[in-house]
């Protein structure tokens, strides 16, 4: 069975530090691997998303997330953290259904 | 640009009554989807559908739920008989087609509280 592990529920940043969020999977195949963004009541909106053609993503806003199969992870990084980015993130991985499988995500807070 | 919308943002039901929740997907989107997420819990597929019929469904999708698209526009959730352990987000998600290809658009979700 397929499954995501996000470790850290919270992660807090000063403004223009390093984000890193942390996501380890689990798959029996080759996975589909996203990450997912989610803004105070608005729905979940696509960062980017791992189809196996690049190992380093790029997505939207700066970030990028890199997978590494020896390592099972697809960690989410952004260089720069804007007050912008405060958010909740979701890492999700799909075997090629239609369904995704989520992880508890990470709440990110940026201070000035 | 082209949003899912979901319809209430918030309801409160008592146990044992049926519930409706209401998306209106994309409308040149042909795959509708629903999640929900407890509280501090997992976001966790519910149910997918295609051609006015469930194509997967999760374990908890069980008999107290159904699923239709009653109209060109809207796609309902039906919980017959609400439980306490029912209260949650629910998201619905809809795409252009089938797999992880293509993107889900998700709503922003209905808070039910059961009580």
């Known amino acids: 069975a397929q499954s995501v592990t996000q470790l850290g529920s919270h992660v807090s940043v000063s403004e223009g530090a390093l984000v890193l969020l942390r996501c380890n999977y689990s798959?029996?195949?080759?996975?589909?691997l996203f990450w997912y963004v989610q803004y105070p009541n608005q729905g979940l909106q696509l960062l980017l998303k791992y189809t196996s053609a690049a190992t380093l993503v790029k997505g939207i806003n700066g970030f990028e997330a890199e997978f590494k199969k020896s390592e099972t992870s697809f960690h989410l990084t952004k260089p720069s953290a804007h007050m912008s980015d405060a958010a909740e993130y979701f890492c999700a991985v799909s075997d090629n259904t239609d369904k995704l499988i989520f992880g508890t995500g990470t709440r990110l807070q940026v201070f000035p | 640009e082209p949003e899912v919308t979901q319809t209430p943002s918030h309801q409160v039901t008592q146990m044992g009554q049926e519930v409706i929740l209401r998306c209106v997907p994309i409308?040149?989107?042909?795959?509708f989807y629903w999640y929900r997420q407890i509280l501090g819990q997992k976001v966790e597929f519910l149910v997918s559908f295609y051609n006015n019929e469930i194509s997967e469904k999760s374990e908890i999708f069980d008999d107290q739920f159904s699923v239709e698209r009653p109209d060109g526009s809207n796609f309902t959730l039906k919980i017959r008989s609400t439980k306490l352990e029912d209260s949650a987000m629910y998201f619905c998600?809809?795409?252009?087609?089938?797999?992880?290809?293509?993107?889900?658009?998700f709503g922003p979700g209905t808070r039910l509280t059961v009580t």
């Open positions: 998600a809809s795409s252009e087609g089938a797999g992880p290809v293509y993107e889900q658009y």
């Open positions: 798959s029996s195949v080759p996975p589909y």
């Open positions: 409308s040149n989107h042909l795959y």
